[in-house]
């Protein structure tokens, strides 16, 4: 790693909290919704209800803003359970998913990053009681040149800033962890799109182009 790379590995770091993401729930800052539980007060109060069709139920959907810049969207029943996206402010490029039982009680819960649906860091599997039963450390199936260096590469590029947070909802991140290749692409705002393979252990580009395309 050159001392370009090095100096900005240090930088984020430091500054934004990019590396070493160790995929942990926490608490919501206003405590409207504890991210081991469903507020059922507040999906009643706040979320958009809509009849389950052949039962007693109501499908919830809800959207807000938190107070340090977050936003959440849970969406789902008390049948089925419900789903959680945490988009967390700039320029974090990070998401956590969780799912919860139809008790409100939290299933799972971890963060997944570009539109791939990548899931990086520690997740964690709960029963309908609350107790945690797994563990998974999603991270040990990366190889050396992992989704940090990746950002970072992107980043000299011009195609993704990690200091503001540009281009955050335009990346596509998949890893072949049988090949050990990264398929990256961003699209950017004229639906123009970037794509790279990447060895994962190495780096190296295994091959590029850039096309006219819709999003990814």
Not at 37 to 55: H, Q, R, S, W
């Amino acid at each position: 790693m050159n001392t370009k790379y090095k100096i900005l590995w240090i930088w984020l770091l430091l500054s934004f909290g990019l590396i070493n993401i160790n995929g942990q729930s926490q608490t919501s800052k206003n405590n409207t919704i504890m991210h081991k539980t469903i507020d059922f007060e507040l999906l009643e109060k706040k979320g958009i209800k809509e009849p389950v069709m052949g039962t007693t139920q109501y499908e919830y959907t809800l959207e807000y803003e938190d107070t340090d810049g977050s936003l959440y969207k849970i969406s789902g029943n008390r049948t089925d359970g419900f789903t959680e996206w945490e988009i967390p402010k700039l320029p974090i490029f990070y998401k956590v998913y969780s799912e919860y039982y139809g008790n409100g009680i939290q299933k799972l819960t971890g963060k997944v990053i570009g539109n791939g649906g990548t899931r990086i860091g520690i997740w964690e599997y709960f029963d309908e009681n609350g107790k945690k039963i797994k563990e998974t450390n999603e991270d040990a199936k990366y190889g050396a040149f992992d989704y940090n260096k990746v950002l970072i590469f992107f980043h000299l590029k011009g195609l993704i800033n990690l200091e503001t947070g540009e281009n955050r909802q335009n990346i596509t991140m998949r890893y072949n962890e049988k090949e050990k290749v990264w398929t990256i692409s961003v699209t950017n705002e004229f639906y123009m799109i970037t794509k790279y393979k990447m060895h994962g252990e190495t780096g190296d580009i295994i091959s590029s182009e850039t096309y006219q395309g819709g999003e990814e």
